[in-house]
């Protein structure tokens, strides 16, 4: 199957103890770039999430995007900061002998002050988040992976469409090319009668210049590579896999020789399919560039 590079997943697991969500998408990249966003308590499990998304994703630029929600009280626990709560109380104390006020510091003022008291997450047991990380990553990888397969199916059908109908200028090009060669013959005769009147004409000499000319406009080589690009394309997208770069690289070689057939076209419909076989190749191109 072809997979696009362009994806969505997301997905949400529930707990008694808390909700993890997370969400990806994904665009065009050269390579295969993860970016991670999860709270500091899932930093442990960095190395397994990108080796997990590794077994559905081979090129991309990925945003992964983690939260969680705690439902239990227990995992907070309240902190006294002693020596915050001391230079609070020695500054006001300095505060008040330099002013000479009277220093009405209570104990419930003072502890209103910030840092004063903190609460502080507790540690929780890594093998039991990584279960349930391990459980939505999964659900949303398999969302994003079936998005990527959906949206590379549409890209593959288009691509198909796209070389049939290069085909057909291949096609017509190859068919044109002896009637271009035998208009070319009768110009010459036709010319070559209204220079020398009823003087015999030298058939030879005419098989000499349409040999040359048949020379310059010979494009049999290059519609035979084509054709073979042509084809070689076809098979890849059928067989599917990560095939993105293989048909970037096979749409190189067929713009190069789609270039060279128009600039030896000599002929206003030759040139007419040339070009509209370099612009479906040029929209082709454009579209390998979605798939992985």
Known sequence: MIKSMTGFGRSEVLSSERKISVEMKSVNHRYLD?????????????????????EYAERGKLDIFITCEDYTADNLSLRYNRDIAAS?????????????????????????????????EQDADENELWTDLEKALREALGRFSDSRIKEGENLKKDLLEKLDEMLDH?????ERAPEILKEYREKLYERI?????????????????????????????????????????SKALSSGGGVGRKLDFIAQEMNREANTILSKANDLATSDHAIELKTGIEKVREQIQNIE
């Open 34 to 54: 993860i970016n991670i966003r999860m709270p500091k308590k899932f930093s442990f499990s960095e190395a397994s999430i990108r080796s997990l998304v590794k």
């Open 88 to 120: 609070y109380y020695g500054y006001l104390k300095e505060m008040a002998g330099e002013f000479s006020l009277e220093n009405d510091i209570t104990v419930s003022r003072l502890s209103r002050y910030p840092e004063v008291f903190t609460l502080e």
């Open 170 to 174: 291949v096609g017509f090009i190859e």
């Open 193 to 233: 009668r209204e220079l020398v009147a009823d003087a015999s004409i030298d058939d030879s000499r005419i098989l000499t210049e349409a040999a040359v000319y048949a020379d310059k406009i010979c494009v049999d080589e290059e519609l035979v590579r084509l054709k073979s690009h042509i084809n070689t394309m």
